[in-house]
């Protein structure tokens, strides 16, 4: 059974910082990008960013640049996402996701994924 669990989120000022963490299971994991997505209320799911089944290629959104960091470690079947500097507007609900291709123009479209985790609230607010 594939399953994909993001853990991690919570309530967090303005200005700080917070790790989400996304075990995954169920498929070869090794061979798949994973994936961030995040979604708030009201609007679209976005691609936040993702990383190549190594970890050597990475892909971040504009409005998270400088700020988040994707990594992963394969031998614990786990992605993360460390954020930083964190802002009111990036309040909203995380998803982690896993790919078998990942294509640098397409990596932030919710269709290029094929697993999908349940999400994890996160509220920047002070």
């Known amino acids: 059974q594939v399953q994909l669990v993001e853990s991690g989120g919570g309530l967090v000022q303005p200005g700080n910082s917070l790790r989400l963490s996304c075990a995954f299971s169920g498929f070869p994991s090794e061979y798949y990008a994973i994936g961030w997505f995040r979604q708030a209320p009201g609007k679209e799911r976005e691609g936040v960013s993702s990383i190549s089944s190594s970890g050597v290629t990475t892909y971040y959104g504009n409005s998270v640049k400088g700020r988040f960091t994707i990594s992963r470690d394969n031998a614990k079947n786990t992605g993360y996402l460390q954020m930083n500097s964190l802002k009111p507007e990036d309040t909203a609900v995380y998803y982690c996701?896993?790919?078998?291709?990942?294509?640098?123009?397409?990596?932030?479209?919710?269709?290029?994924?094929?697993?999908w985790g349940q999400g994890t609230q996160v509220t920047v607010s002070s």
């Open positions: 996701a896993a790919t078998l291709a990942l294509s640098s123009s397409r990596w932030s479209s919710t269709s290029s994924w094929y697993y």
